[in-house]
């Protein structure tokens, strides 16, 4: 696990209301949630059948011609 380097802000009473961290620091937390979540549906979908190579082409392309997104 990494350092997360973060300051407090405050508010007028000195009360901290939110957290400061570095970008780089972010985008490493944001990679880390999304990997997580990619396991988490690969587990939720292990031992189903995959889709074949034409049958995933034809699925795309019924999302794409209905407007779906992601």
């Given at each position: 696990?990494?350092?997360i380097n973060?300051?407090?802000v405050c508010?007028?009473?000195n009360k901290p209301f939110?957290?400061?961290i570095p970008l780089t620091e972010f985008?490493?937390?944001e990679e880390i949630l999304e990997n997580?979540?990619?396991?988490k549906l690969m587990a939720?979908?292990?031992?189903?059948?995959n889709l074949s190579k034409e049958e995933a082409f034809n699925y795309l392309?019924?999302?794409k011609n209905n407007n779906v997104e992601n």
């Open positions: 696990m990494f350092k973060k300051s407090y508010d007028e009473n939110a957290v400061q985008e490493q937390l997580y979540g990619l396991v939720e979908v292990e031992g189903e059948e392309q019924f999302l």
